[in-house]
């Protein structure tokens, strides 16, 4: 295109760029599945498991998972109250205090010290997070001063307009106003409360203003914070009211109900769970704590816009992805999300999003998260960042799964959104991507399939590719259905090399819990192409790629703790098919020259103190040297475990116990006492001293344990 056509349609100059870099995306080279399996290790969320190597956690992850998306068995309804209950103007009835009264419970909080303030001062302004009891801590203030009757204020009032809706006298002796509006354009001066003061002294009664966090109050006013007390210490208040005091302890001691009082906790649950204990239900009992969990998160979705804005619920959502990851980056990836949100239903929305007007502590706090600092590992080193995570690890599934499947409309921007996080640069996004979408396959295998993984697994993009393999790793890690099955029937998918390129990545994955037939799977389709490129003169990239990525899942079936069974399983192959004969020397050989940084290579160190793995894997190089095809390739791998047995005992130990074992005749120990009297040290230096005492011991002229106490 000309320049003089580049500078009439803008439009076109503008999507060239976003074309070069969709394609520099769908170029990158497929990360090895080291990385891979690497990044599943670090970056996964904690509630799916540590270390994950292939094999699925079981009970373990699917109590973490499974039972919290599932829930209970049997539905229990409580009235919260939620956002919605806004409290009516007018005089509180008296019962309605004396109930009150009989519950309150001060204990380890700082009611005293506000009696004492509010008896002095008249007009007291009390912040406190919402659900923290702070409309009835404003009630008792005025209760125990006798500043009765207590009139309750419409809340659709400024700040400036209250001395005068508190002008007409009505007799009333305690006023309280509850979550006061307080904002840019009506902030909360000093000189509202002096005049409240003087006019509340003049009547001889008394205000108590209850209001959340906000930067629009003036410094020179003096808040009052409200702490609401120990969920235990309710508890234990409560339930002897309710039933005797030994059936109450009894109660107390129930293993649900410490674990209840183990996650951070609104005073409005724990009243609700008093009467449950009360009526001695265990499963009501045990299920409360989850069905609360499940209210909290279907109480932030049930509106519209307020009073939790779209906003924030983006926000909800993205950490729920990204839980115990930086808050910078939750924060800006929720705002993408915001964005496609925002459009649903209207592409042509294009009201630009605030780029200031979010208050940290507010947001978590409305989140029922925590901030906190911790270091984090990354390819530049460690650094240190300040991390984002709900109070319940357990809120972050439900909300992913109350998304999904109770909110359809909202699908077309999560998947919009989640297509972007499979392609992002950074390993920690994409496998929080993954992570999400095998939630949802969790919660619903067919949609998540159909919407999401077959897409990515047909995708251009490697990185797309990548994170599919990744989501049908952690979806079979935390149980979801038929993920095995659905790997089997890909990775013999002839039509797809796409497809099938990610099921033979992912039989490498989870494939060490059931490894004969995740071999089983790999040598059909190794057979497969096989036969293809015998029938024709040059393949596809497609099946290249499959057939490169064979050798590399067996390897990480035999690094994995399937490895003894793993090497059971390919030794017949060495008798069988050419194709499965040539997988599994490429797999055994691809797997000896992986080295993980230890002074011992993996695979040799699996040798010691296993007979069966050490004669598998001596069998299986003892084939290699011998194979024309894959010859060059054992004896660099034996080069390179002489050179690391060099200064280490280990190594040293388990290379003079396991060559002895790869000779079977004549020709293979001359093949061997060749490589270690000619072997050379890295770069060319010369050949190791260990390599000397190797080939002593293995022409038996120097005892073993020399071999070991020289080296």
Same mark, same amino acid.
């Given at each position: 295109?000309?320049?003089?056509?580049?500078?009439?349609?803008?439009?076109?100059?503008?999507?060239?760029?976003?074309?070069?870099?969709?394609? &520099?995306? &769908?170029?990158?080279? &497929?990360?090895?599945?080291?990385?891979?399996?690497?990044?599943?290790?670090?970056?996964?969320?904690?509630?799916?498991?540590?270390?994950?190597?292939?094999?699925?956690?079981?009970?373990?992850?699917?109590?973490?998972?499974?039972?919290?998306?599932?829930?209970?068995?049997?539905?229990?309804?409580?009235?919260?109250?939620?956002?919605?209950?806004?409290?009516?103007?007018?005089?509180?009835?008296?019962?309605?205090?004396?109930?009150?009264? !009989?519950?309150?419970?001060?204990?380890?909080?700082?009611?005293?010290? +506000?009696?004492?303030?509010?008896?002095?001062?008249?007009?007291?302004?009390?912040?406190?997070?919402?659900?923290?009891?702070?409309?009835?801590?404003?009630?008792?203030?005025?209760?125990?001063?006798?500043?009765?009757?207590?009139?309750?204020?419409?809340?659709?009032?400024?700040?400036?307009?209250?001395?005068?809706?508190?002008?007409?006298?009505?007799?009333?002796?305690?006023?309280?106003?509850?979550?006061?509006?307080?904002?840019? !354009?009506?902030?909360?001066?000093?000189?509202?409360?002096?005049?409240?003061?003087?006019?509340?002294?003049?009547?001889?009664?008394?205000?108590?203003?209850?209001?959340?966090?906000?930067?629009?109050? !003036?410094?020179?006013?003096?808040?009052?914070?409200?702490?609401?007390?120990?969920?235990?210490?309710?508890?234990?208040?409560?339930?002897?009211?309710?039933?005797?005091?030994?059936?109450?302890?009894?109660?107390?001691?129930?293993?649900?109900?410490?674990?209840?009082?183990?996650?951070?906790?609104?005073?409005?649950?724990?009243?609700?769970?008093?009467?449950?204990?009360?009526?001695?239900?265990?499963?009501?009992?045990?299920?409360?704590?989850?069905?609360?969990?499940?209210?909290?998160?279907?109480?932030?979705?049930?509106?519209?816009? $307020?009073?939790?804005?779209?906003? !924030?619920?983006?926000?909800?959502?993205?950490?729920?992805?990204?839980?115990?990851?930086?808050?910078?980056?939750?924060? #800006?990836?929720?705002?993408?999300?915001?964005?496609?949100?925002?459009?649903?239903?209207?592409?042509?929305?294009?009201?630009?999003?605030?780029?200031?007007?979010?208050?940290?502590?507010?947001?978590?706090?409305?989140?029922?998260?925590?901030?906190?600092?911790?270091?984090?590992?990354? #390819?530049?080193?460690?650094? $240190?960042?300040?991390?984002?995570?709900?109070?319940?690890?357990?809120?972050?599934?439900? *909300?992913?799964?109350? *998304?999904?499947?109770?909110?359809?409309?909202?699908?077309?921007?999560?998947?919009?959104?989640?297509?972007?996080?499979?392609?992002?640069?950074?390993?920690?996004?994409?496998?929080?991507?993954?992570?999400?979408?095998?939630?949802?396959?969790?919660?619903?295998?067919?949609?998540?399939?159909?919407?999401?993984? #077959?897409?990515?697994?047909? &995708?251009?993009?490697?990185?797309?590719?990548?994170?599919?393999?990744?989501?049908?790793?952690?979806?079979?890690?935390?149980?979801?259905?038929?993920?095995?099955?659905?790997?089997?029937?890909?990775?013999?998918?002839?039509?797809?090399?796409?497809?099938?390129?990610?099921?033979?990545?992912? +039989?490498?994955?989870?494939?060490?819990?059931?490894?004969?037939?995740?071999?089983?799977?790999?040598?059909?389709?190794?057979?497969?192409?096989?036969?293809?490129?015998?029938?024709?003169?040059?393949?596809?990239?497609?099946?290249?790629?499959?057939?490169?990525?064979?050798?590399?899942?067996?390897?990480?079936?035999?690094?994995?703790?399937?490895?003894?069974?793993?090497?059971?399983?390919?030794?017949?192959?060495?008798?069988?098919?050419?194709?499965?004969?040539?997988?599994?020397?490429?797999?055994?050989?691809?797997?000896?020259?992986?080295?993980?940084?230890?002074?011992?290579?993996?695979?040799?160190?699996?040798?010691?103190?296993?007979?069966?793995?050490?004669?598998?894997?001596?069998?299986?190089?003892?084939?290699?040297?011998?194979?024309?095809?894959?010859?060059?390739?054992?004896?660099?791998?034996?080069?390179?475990?002489?050179?690391?047995?060099?200064?280490?005992?280990?190594?040293?130990?388990?290379?003079?116990?396991?060559?002895?074992?790869?000779?079977?005749?004549?020709?293979?120990?001359?093949?061997?006492?060749?490589?270690?009297? $000619?072997?050379?040290?890295?770069?060319?230096?010369?050949?190791?001293?260990?390599?000397?005492?190797?080939?002593?011991?293995?022409?038996?002229?120097?005892?073993?344990?020399?071999?070991?106490?020289?080296?």
């Amino acid at each position: 295109m000309s320049e003089q056509a580049s500078s009439a349609d803008p439009e076109a100059a503008t999507a060239a760029p976003a074309q070069d870099e969709a394609a &520099a995306v &769908a170029e990158q080279p &497929a990360q090895e599945p080291w990385a891979a399996r690497r990044d599943l290790d670090e970056h996964a969320p904690s509630s799916m498991g540590f270390g994950f190597r292939g094999t699925n956690q079981g009970v373990a992850a699917q109590r973490i998972i499974g039972d919290i998306i599932t829930g209970g068995k049997t539905e229990h309804h409580y009235n919260f109250g939620g956002f919605g209950s806004g409290q009516v103007s007018g005089e509180i009835p008296a019962q309605s205090l004396e109930r009150l009264a !009989e519950d309150f419970v001060s204990e380890g909080t700082v009611f005293p010290q +506000l009696l004492e303030r509010l008896r002095e001062e008249r007009v007291i302004v009390l912040t406190g997070a919402p659900f923290t009891g702070r409309r009835t801590a404003a009630l008792m203030l005025l209760h125990h001063l006798g500043a009765t009757p207590v009139r309750a204020l419409d809340r659709n009032v400024t700040p400036g307009e209250l001395s005068v809706r508190l002008t007409s006298g009505d007799g009333a002796l305690g006023q309280v106003l509850c979550d006061l509006d307080i904002s840019r !354009e009506q902030p909360l001066r000093e000189a509202h409360l002096l005049a409240l003061r003087d006019l509340m002294r003049e009547r001889n009664a008394y205000l108590v203003i209850t209001t959340g966090r906000s930067p629009y109050v !003036e410094d020179t006013v003096g808040l009052a914070a409200w702490r609401p007390p120990q969920p235990a210490a309710v508890l234990q208040t409560l339930l002897p009211k309710r039933t005797d005091a030994a059936h109450a302890q009894r109660l107390l001691a129930l293993p649900a109900v410490s674990e209840f009082l183990s996650h951070e906790r609104q005073i409005r649950e724990v009243v609700r769970y008093v009467a449950v204990l009360a009526e001695a239900d265990e499963e009501r009992i045990r299920q409360y704590s989850l069905i609360t969990l499940e209210q909290q998160v279907q109480e932030w979705f049930e509106e519209a816009e $307020t009073p939790v804005q779209l906003r !924030e619920k983006a926000f909800l959502i993205a950490l729920a992805a990204f839980d115990h990851g930086p808050y910078a980056l939750t924060a #800006e990836l929720s705002d993408t999300l915001y964005a496609a949100l925002r459009s649903t239903g209207d592409d042509q929305y294009q009201e630009p999003i605030p780029v200031f007007g979010t208050h940290i502590g507010k947001r978590l706090q409305n989140a029922r998260a925590r901030s906190y600092t911790a270091d984090e590992m990354t #390819e530049w080193g460690s650094v $240190t960042q300040v991390k984002a995570a709900f109070h319940d690890a357990r809120v972050a599934p439900v *909300v992913l799964r109350e *998304v999904w499947t109770g909110h359809p409309a909202a699908r077309p921007a999560l998947i919009k959104w989640l297509d972007a996080l499979s392609v992002d640069g950074r390993p920690f996004v994409r496998t929080r991507a993954a992570a999400a979408v095998a939630v949802l396959a969790y919660t619903d295998l067919p949609s998540a399939m159909a919407l999401i993984v #077959e897409r990515w697994a047909g &995708a251009r993009e490697s990185r797309r590719q990548l994170t599919a393999v990744s989501a049908l790793t952690l979806a079979h890690r935390i149980g979801a259905p038929n993920i095995p099955r659905i790997v089997d029937v890909w990775s013999t998918d002839h039509q797809d090399p796409k497809r099938c390129w990610v099921a033979v990545r992912a +039989l490498g994955l989870i494939g060490p819990e059931r490894p004969v037939e995740a071999l089983t799977a790999l040598q059909a389709q190794a057979r497969h192409q096989y036969g293809k490129q015998a029938e024709q003169s040059r393949i596809g990239a497609g099946d290249q790629q499959v057939t490169a990525e064979l050798p590399q899942s067996v390897a990480l079936l035999l690094l994995s703790p399937a490895a003894e069974p793993a090497l059971a399983a390919l030794l017949p192959a060495l008798d069988s098919h050419p194709s499965a004969r040539a997988l599994a020397l490429e797999g055994v050989l691809t797997a000896c020259e992986r080295s993980d940084g230890a002074a011992c290579p993996p695979m040799l160190n699996r040798t010691v103190g296993s007979p069966s793995a050490s004669a598998a894997t001596a069998r299986l190089l003892r084939a290699a040297l011998n194979d024309r095809t894959t010859n060059d390739r054992a004896e660099n791998v034996l080069r390179s475990w002489v050179r690391a047995a060099d200064g280490d005992l280990r190594t040293a130990l388990a290379l003079a116990d396991l060559l002895p074992t790869v000779i079977a005749g004549p020709r293979d120990a001359a093949r061997l006492d060749h490589l270690l009297d $000619t072997v050379q040290g890295l770069d060319g230096q010369s050949r190791p001293a260990v390599a000397k005492r190797l080939r002593a011991a293995l022409n038996r002229s120097v005892p073993r344990a020399q071999v070991l106490q020289e080296a």
